[in-house]
């Protein structure tokens, strides 16, 4: 059954949904038949899968042939596509980039980075009809001013995030993700919030929780965030494999008989 935001918005203060970040059509479709109901086809496209050290890298074009393979692969999931830095600097430039990942990719809604300040454009897109699914606590795209610094541990920074998750509620977003929260303002944030929260490194109180399907596999080769958890070890796996067929080849025991023609 094809997962809408009318559905999704119904979700709210019920059991958590595990839900995941996948960029190409391949992973989409485990993440399909396992039943993840939304998949976020994230920024973090520049680092997972194409080396980068920040989010910064990422291009709508990138954002937008990779949400395409996405959608493919998931055709009953809702897909949204991650506006990319610099892509919403102005509510224009929101309106414009937003409507690619709707007209061309056939994503459903898009994600923004921002509270506040950003809730002019979420409101905008809203009132075009594309929905927003909003962002606020840590942000990856604003790296280089305020780092990877953990949100919500003074009252004055909860404070200034409980601002945020009005205005963006406000402004129409359909869900919010809270990245980064101390746990106990997470779960605060989540119970005045009338739309669902998605938590990334935020504790269990969310609604909602995302996990890079790249970690959630363990197809990486490094250490990873502490937000971070691998269900599997993929990466192990694929290079056994790898390493195995290069073995056969060696020994001319690949192909045989049974494997040409």
């Not at 979420?122 to 305020?146: C, D, F, N, R, Y």
């Not at 080769?221 to 192990?236: F, M, N, R, W």
């Amino acid at each position: 059954m094809k997962w809408t935001i009318r559905k999704f918005r119904q979700c709210k203060g019920g059991e958590p949904l595990g839900l995941v970040t996948a960029y190409d059509y391949v992973t989409a479709r485990f993440a399909a038949r396992a039943g993840v109901p939304l998949v976020l086809v994230g920024d973090s496209l520049a680092t997972t899968a194409l080396g980068h050290s920040t989010t910064l890298p990422a291009t709508m074009d990138a954002m937008i042939h990779h949400a395409e393979a996405v959608r493919r692969g998931a055709p009953d999931a809702l897909v949204v596509g991650d506006m990319p830095f610099l892509s919403y600097a102005t509510v224009e430039d929101a309106v414009r980039n937003a409507g690619r990942f709707l007209r061309e990719a056939g994503c459903d809604a898009v994600k923004l980075e921002g509270g506040v300040s950003k809730a002019p454009a979420i409101a905008a897109l809203v009132a075009e009809g594309i929905p927003v699914q909003a962002h606020i606590g840590l942000q990856p795209q604003s790296v280089k001013s305020t780092g990877y610094a953990v949100r919500g541990r003074t009252p004055d920074d909860a404070a200034a995030l409980g601002r945020d998750l009005d205005a963006v509620c406000e402004a129409g977003a359909f869900s919010v993700v809270l990245e980064g929260v101390v746990p106990e303002v997470a779960a605060e944030l989540t119970a005045r919030a009338p739309i669902p929260t998605i938590g990334v490194g935020a504790g269990s109180g969310c609604d909602a929780q995302y996990l890079v399907l790249a970690d959630l596999l363990g197809l990486g080769d490094g250490p990873l965030p502490k937000l971070a958890k691998s269900y599997a070890h993929l990466a192990d796996d694929a290079v056994a494999a790898i390493s195995a067929y290069m073995a056969e080849v060696s020994a001319r025991k690949f192909p045989d008989a049974e494997h040409s023609y």
